[in-house]
């Protein structure tokens, strides 16, 4: 197992006890990442996770009455549109994506459903092989951020175990980590004095007025709060602009509009289309939520009502999203959405991230397991036809991106590979003008420059 910080003592240095004391925060000019000296993996919780079943006891009678509904959420800082341009979230503004920008490209993780209760040896097995692809000497290929797809903490986003499902596993993670919310950041249990989204707000939408803080929750570590401007918002960066939502805290569907929530996430999405078609943007647009507008398998279905909101707001504007990323259902699915003008939208889910990887139910056909790839033809003249291209229901994993000018590529990178692994077991890649898939056009990363070379001096008089 690789190597990373120093487990951080009992008492903090802040004072603070894992699960969020009384004591006071820590105010830094900057923001930290990882931390300084690597140590091996706990074996165990620092606070052991009891069992849920009374809580979910309560929630199964409130549902057969028909007594849960989405839940209001918090104003993002600047609405309509929140951005977060990443070189501030990186602490070095301009510069830092002037770096990108003259490196040709960016590269960046995502995965969801990640905090495990049963104990931290499956979230570390995909946290240590990102890890992992900070080992490059072509700066070209280093990790700029990792987005988490939603259900960071199991399983009501409770502050005590933030330490041990968020900030030990990405402990040395070396960039920043965003986060979409999930259903379970969102809930809150019955039998608890809670308010929905509490943590979350605390740990992923701090005010950057006030400085970088390192909260309660950290325990001790040194990774400052993130500084997104709230539960949706755009994150700005070199090469890619991803419009993060919030799709609510039921379990199915997802939520991002209705009488109970109002329609600000909509008003959020058409703003954001707007500009993106104002300014003739030519990067990577995605798309990132947490329940999935596709899936198969049982475990969660489609969130249809979701996507038909967004296709309506897409189609007015006329702009799409070269992929959308999701979680929820905890497994891979890979998903090519054909639209009627020819062109090709992936929908990934990655909700396999360290969370009870679930397997897919047997298919409706009669099958003893799912056949891909596949095509679902549209089932109403406004629907598309799909392709269920790939899916990975037996192990944990992520997914790895890289936008340049003209290409998108999204790998998904299974931990059950050896830890050193830089080959994925799924991609594709996206045509940025064309929106088809085409074949991916890597970087020389040395290999065809050396073989250059050493032709030129076998020809060399």
Known sequence: ?????????????NG??????????????GPVFSQPQPTPDPSTFRVRHPSDKDAYA???KLNAAHQLKPMAFPEPRGTPEPI???GTALGGGANSEATITANGQIVFHSTGDCGSTKGPKTQNEVADKMVGDFDETDQ???PKFLLLLGDVVYNFGEKEYYYDQFYEPYRNYHAPVFAAAGNHDGMVSPLAHAQSLEAYQRNFCADPAQGFTVTNEAGGLSRTAQIQPGVYFTLDAPFVRILVLYSNTLEDPGVISDPDIGSTQLTYLETALKRVKSENYTGALLFAHHHPPYAVGGQHSSSTAMRQQMDKICAAVGVWPHAVLSGHAHSYQRFTRLRSDGTMIPYLICGNGGHNVQRLQAPPQGSTAWRAPQTFLPKTPDDDAVTFENYDDTDYGYLRL????????????PAADALNSKTPDDYVTIDLRSRQKVAYTPNDLGYPKAAKAVRALRTAP
């Open 1 to 13: 197992m690789a190597m990373h910080k120093k487990n951080p003592p009992t008492t903090p240095p």
């Open 58 to 60: 309560a929630i199964d």
């Open 84 to 86: 977060l341009k990443l």
């Open 140 to 142: 070209r290929e280093l």
């Open 402 to 413: 890289i936008v340049d000018p003209q290409q998108l590529r999204i790998e998904y990178h």
């Open 16 to 29: 603070g006890a894992p699960g969020g004391g009384s004591a006071p925060t820590r105010q830094l000019k």
